[in-house]
């Protein structure tokens, strides 16, 4: 992994870090890009699968590779990198204080995602489609089918028990 190249010595030689607002500041001039004394970062949206809504983030170039802020922040503080991925507990993707991320498997941070703004159910995992109401969940990567069911509270209802089934203890970080 790329990240493994870049030191804690050498990240805190070029950039301080601001606990409390998340920031990270140039200690050093490197380009035009890089003043010292200046916010480092730029925004970029995310198009991962795991991320499919665009959420943004701040995206920092250290020594010619980019890396995102929210795991250049754990690797500032921490020392080391996070093993999997890091949630936003707020779910705002540019707010990269450290008492903001939590590591979460991929599993733990898609269910701390935002309701996609189509959703007209009110519940994640639950949608009006060939004139019923469709329950599903996600469990290990897979798309499980619940049932459709006539009336949204039934959907809703077996979307939350299949939630307690497989372990899920309501939106990871929230």
Not at 51 to 64: E, H, K, L
Not at 75 to 100: A, C, S, Y
Not at 113 to 126: A, E, Q, Y
């Amino acid at each position: 992994m790329s990240e493994d190249i870049l030191t804690q010595k050498e990240l805190k030689r070029l950039l301080d870090y601001d606990p409390n607002t998340g920031e990270f500041m140039w200690k050093v001039t490197r380009s035009w890009r890089a003043v010292a004394g200046q916010v480092a970062g730029t925004l970029r949206k995310s198009h991962a699968p795991s991320s499919p809504y665009g959420v943004t983030y701040i995206c920092i170039c250290v020594n010619g590779r980019n890396y995102s802020g929210h795991r250049l922040a754990w690797f500032w503080v921490h020392g080391k990198w996070p093993k999997n991925e890091l949630d936003h507990i707020n779910q705002n993707g540019l707010d990269n204080r450290i008492d903001n991320l939590l590591p979460a498997t991929r599993g733990e941070n898609a269910r701390n995602m935002r309701m996609h703004k189509s959703n007209t159910s009110g519940t994640t995992g639950v949608h009006f489609a060939h004139g019923k109401w469709m329950a599903e969940i996600e469990y290990n990567k897979n798309r499980i089918y619940l049932g459709f069911f006539a009336d949204k509270k039934d959907a809703i209802a077996a979307r939350k028990q299949a939630e307690e089934d497989y372990g899920f203890s309501g939106n990871h970080g929230r």
